[in-house]
Nanobody, 123 residues
Framework: QVQLAESGGGLVQAGGSLRLSCAAS????????MGWFRQALGKEREFVAR????????DYADSVKGRFSISRDNAKNTGYLQMNRLKSEDTAVYYC????????????????WGQGTQVTVSS
């Protein structure tokens, strides 16, 4: 199994950047599909980005394309989400997730989740 822990959230001004980290336990992190999701206050959890085990394939929500970048370092059992040109609409709790199944952007398909890290963007 995989345990995940996010870090790197905080308060930033619009237009600023943050880099979120997702530290994973276990030797098999490299076999997982990794996803980033976010949940704003009063909203349902939504897909942000995903990456294949090797890192060769990525996908992004339309709302973050061109601004966010997902990456992973399997040797360090760590995933990342680089967030640039942040907007107030990006304010949410961000979650790292992983699964051993196939490609998915559905939260319900991910079995492993971190506790989340708050990202607040001031306008």
């Amino acid at each position: 199994q995989v345990q995940l822990a996010e870090s790197g959230g905080g308060l930033v001004q619009a237009g600023g950047s943050l880099r979120l980290s997702c530290a994973a336990s276990g030797r098999t992190f490299s076999n997982t599909h990794m996803g980033w999701f976010r949940q704003a206050l009063g909203k349902e959890r939504e897909f942000v980005a995903r990456m294949s085990p090797s890192g060769g394939t990525t996908d992004y929500a339309d709302s973050v394309k061109g601004r966010f970048s997902i990456s992973r370092d399997n040797a360090k059992n760590t995933g990342y989400l680089q967030m640039n040109r942040l907007k107030s609409e990006d304010t949410a709790v961000y979650y790292c997730a992983a699964r051993y199944g196939g490609w998915s952007s559905r939260p319900d398909d991910y079995a492993y989740w971190g506790q989340g890290t708050q990202v607040t963007v001031s306008s």
